[in-house]
């Protein structure tokens, strides 16, 4: 069965970096479109980011868009999100995703299937 498990959350000051990354196992992994959500106590979840099959195309949420960049590697099953001037209000559970390929850059319809764990994120003023 589909297993994700997220790793690299962490604490950080405003203005800092994280890398997170995902592995995925029980499933064909390079068939599959991949993802980010989030979701913050209190509110709704919101995708991130999305990447194609390929790794050569991505979608990004506008409030993370030339901030962050999703990445895949396909060789090790594994997906990564660089997160770069990190602000307070990326406070939040970061899960990794499969994503329904026919709806992959319409993140706002939660175009997510099967998510892992989770990793949290922390940034301080």
């Known amino acids: 069965q589909v297993q994700l498990v997220e790793s690299g959350g962490g604490s950080v000051q405003a203005g800092g970096s994280l890398r997170l990354s995902c592995a995925a196992s029980?499933?064909?992994?390079?068939?599959?479109?991949m993802g980010w959500f989030r979701q913050a106590p209190g509110k709704e979840r919101e995708g991130v980011a999305s990447?194609?099959?390929?790794?050569?195309?991505?979608h990004y949420a506008d409030s993370v868009k030339g901030r962050f960049t999703i990445s895949r590697d396909n060789a090790k099953n594994t997906l990564y999100l660089q997160m770069n001037s990190l602000k307070p209000e990326d406070t939040a559970m970061y899960y990794c995703?499969?994503?329904?390929?026919?709806?992959?850059?319409?993140?706002?319809?939660?175009?997510?299937?099967?998510w892992g764990p989770g990793t949290q994120v922390t940034v301080s003023s």
């Open positions: 995703a499969t994503v329904n390929c026919f709806d992959w850059t319409d993140l706002e319809a939660f175009p997510f299937g099967y």
């Open positions: 029980g499933y064909t992994y390079s068939s599959y479109c």
């Open positions: 990447i194609s099959t390929g790794g050569d195309s991505t």
